[in-house]
T-cell receptor, first 113, second 115 residues
Framework: SQKIEQNSEALNIQEGKTATLTCNYTNYSPAYLQWYRQDPGRGPVFLLLIRENEKEKRKERLKVTFDTTLKQSLFHITASQPADSATYLCARILTGGGNKLTFGTGTQLKVEL | NAGVTQTPKFRVLKTGQSMTLLCAQDMNHEYMYWYRQDPGMGLRLIHYSVGEGTTAKGEVPDGYNVSRLKKQNFLLGLESAAPSQTSVYFC??????????????FGPGTRLTVL
């Protein structure tokens, strides 16, 4: 099966530190992985996409890596701020067309002052 | 440009009642999706559509039906609601021909409680 696994335990870090969230996948490497942010009571919002042939992708304070050997993606937020507190979801594309995604259960991040 | 909108935002049903959730997008996206999100389960795909007039089953389709009569709308129906269908429902859309990515754009969700 094409699964995505994320650490279900919440991550608490201090403001200014780097937050690192982990996403592991099973079986073959997907063509790309996506990361979304979800705030309480809202729908997920797309943040970054990283393709299989890309080692790293950056967007402002966000960085995503893709390690096909470890079958893992890491999501980093540098200089974290309380406003970064949210649940972060990892998703992989499924085979069979339709651009279907399967999502991990998400990791809740809390950035404390 | 409203993006993806969902109607209603909240609803309480009694077991056995029926209802329809409406999703609308104004981005001319070809693909649309319905998910449910439950604590500890993450987002699970119910049904999806790759274009007007098409629908297909996702991971958890039982108890739901869908229709895509117009490109911009995707309806999710519950014919006979059950307490197990208590959840938050999200609609999403993706894929514009010529677009560079296949990311999904989500609506704000509908919180459904079945008593």
């Amino acid at each position: 099966s094409q699964k995505i696994e994320q650490n279900s335990e919440a991550l608490n870090i201090q403001e200014g530190k780097t937050a690192t969230l982990t996403c592991n996948y099973t079986n073959y490497s997907p063509a790309y992985l996506q990361w979304y942010r979800q705030d309480p009571g809202r729908g997920p919002v797309f943040l970054l996409l990283i393709r299989e042939n890309e080692k790293e992708k950056r967007k402002e304070r966000l960085k995503v890596t893709f390690d096909t050997t470890l079958k893992q993606s890491l999501f980093h937020i540098t200089a974290s701020q309380p406003a970064d507190s949210a649940t972060y979801l990892c998703a992989r594309i499924l085979t069979g067309g339709g651009n279907k995604l399967t999502f991990g259960t998400g990791t809740q991040l809390k950035v404390e002052l | 440009n409203a993006g993806v909108t969902q109607t209603p935002k909240f609803r309480v049903l009694k077991t056995g009642q029926s209802m329809t959730l409406l999703c609308a997008q104004d981005m001319n996206h070809e693909y649309m999706y319905w998910y449910r999100q439950d604590p500890g389960m993450g987002l699970r795909l119910i049904h999806y559509s790759v274009g007007e007039g098409t629908t297909a089953k996702g991971e958890v389709p039982d108890g739901y039906n869908v229709s895509r009569l117009k490109k911009q709308n995707f309806l999710l129906g519950l014919e006979s609601a059950a307490p197990s269908q208590t959840s938050v429902y999200f609609c999403a859309s993706s894929y514009s021909p010529g677009g560079s990515t296949d990311t999904q754009y989500f609506g704000p969700g509908t919180r459904l409680t079945v008593l």
